[in-house]
């Protein structure tokens, strides 16, 4: 973990979680980097620069129009200098500005002018981080290359339960070692995942579907392009942005997706198959609304193809993995689902449990083999799960002689 030589450009906005910038710099400075802070005016409020300047060795800076050094033009020279430039804490405030391209005090000026790569570490109240404009701020921001730290859950400084605390300093920092040594097993790959649920039309206004919300999948294919796999993400219907460099293959059925996947297998080395799909659909769609009538309405449904068990019958050189939502009997179902549908592994989750399962930005979930051996991992960030099982399968890849 040397970052000698590096220099590192870091923004400080203005949160409460301020204070955490304070263990970054600290990290950043014992790693030996060349630490340089731009602290917005509001940033001030919170840690006096200061505090900063102590750990950087370095004059931390605050205004647009403090030019100390005659010879150079401190917002440009700041920007040239940069290996790399970290946002920790990053409000909504900066992030809109970045966005848009506004350049109205120091911090967001220099990034106008940074060509360094930009690590975002946001932090703000979880409706905040939740609303429509700040969402769309961070999918303009990642469609540029900014790479996202994703803030954990918990207590937040204003009383509420829920996302948007700003991830730890050993988060940030690893992240930035990673920028610099980036981790890349997958390089050459191509990885199918597919993520979310299906839809099962009863008619043009309804339809039977489940919980998933197609974070699990998602958060593989964000981590399998970071690792530096070629990336196809087969989803249904969700509310999630789409993640920027992979190739996104929306649908909708059971059906749609199965078509989706084979036309895809035989030129994939690893296939993820995290969506949830209907087991069943109705035998016939109505053309036109249902309308109540009677005091029953009987549907009969028939069941899907598996696409798991096809993908596991068809594969040659594919490492599959499948998922397994359980209830009861967690790993001897799994076991019996990976044997049955012939896959490398199969990643079990009671989805009863608190932090498990549909919608949560956690997961608890156990890794098992075809040899039984299972790897129970604790509550960890979906994105983490998502990092463990790709090592998991890169290494199984060189193992077998698949690089």
């Known amino acids: 973990m040397n970052l000698k030589g590096k220099s590192i450009l870091l923004g400080v906005s203005g949160g409460i979680a301020a204070y955490k910038a304070i263990t970054l710099c ?7 980097a060349d630490v340089k802070v731009i602290m917005t005016e509001s940033a001030v409020k919170f840690v006096a620069p200061l505090t900063f300047q102590t750990l950087s060795r370095h004059h931390v800076v605050t205004d647009t129009f403090e030019e100390k050094d ?152 964000e981590e399998a392009r970071a690792m530096g796999a070629e990336v196809v993400l087969v989803s249904g219907p969700s509310s999630l942005p789409r993640p920027a460099g992979v190739e996104f293959v929306p649908v909708l059925s059971a059906l749609d997706m199965l078509s989706a996947v084979m036309e895809r ?27 109540k009538k009677d005091e029953e309405l009987t549907i009969r449904l028939v069941k899907n193809p598996d696409i798991l068990q096809q993908v596991g019958a068809r594969k040659t050189k594919q490492f599959v993995v499948g998922f397994a939502a359980e209830t009861n009997d967690l790993e001897a179902n799994a076991l019996d689902k990976l044997r049955r549908k012939n896959c490398d592994l199969v990643v079990a989750n009671d989805v009863t449990r608190e932090g498990a399962g549909f919608g949560t930005d956690t997961n608890i979930v156990t890794i098992l083999d075809k040899n039984g051996t299972a790897e129970r991992l604790p509550v960890l960030s979906k994105r983490e799960v998502a990092r463990h099982l790709l090592q998991i399968a890169a290494d199984r890849l060189v193992s077998s002689g698949g690089e």
């Open 265 to 291: 297998l035989e030129e994939m080395d690893v296939i993820i198959k995290a969506a949830a799909v209907a087991d069943y659909r109705p035998a016939e769609a109505s053309p036109v609304k249902i309308k």
């Open 70 to 221: 005659p010879s150079v033009v401190s917002h440009i020279d700041l920007a040239d200098h940069a290996d790399l430039v970290v946002i920790a804490p990053a409000t909504a405030n900066i992030l809109a500005k970045m966005a848009l391209g506004m350049g109205d005090d120091m911090l967001s000026t220099t990034l106008l002018a940074a060509t360094a790569p930009i690590i975002v570490a946001p932090a703000m109240n979880v409706h905040m981080y939740e609303h429509p404009a700040v969402r769309a701020n961070m999918e303009t921001l990642r469609e540029r290359g900014v790479r996202f730290i994703e803030p954990g859950e918990g207590q937040l400084a204003c009383g509420y339960v829920g996302k948007g605390r700003l991830a730890e300093p050993e988060q940030i920092f690893a992240a930035i070692i990673d920028s610099f040594e980036p981790n890349r097993p997958l390089q050459g790959k191509k990885v199918l995942v597919t993520a979310g649920g299906t839809v099962e039309r009863l008619d043009p206004v309804r339809y039977l579907t489940n919980d998933s919300s197609g974070k699990m999948g998602y958060a593989i294919a």
């Open 26 to 32: 600290s990290k950043l400075a014992q790693a030996g």
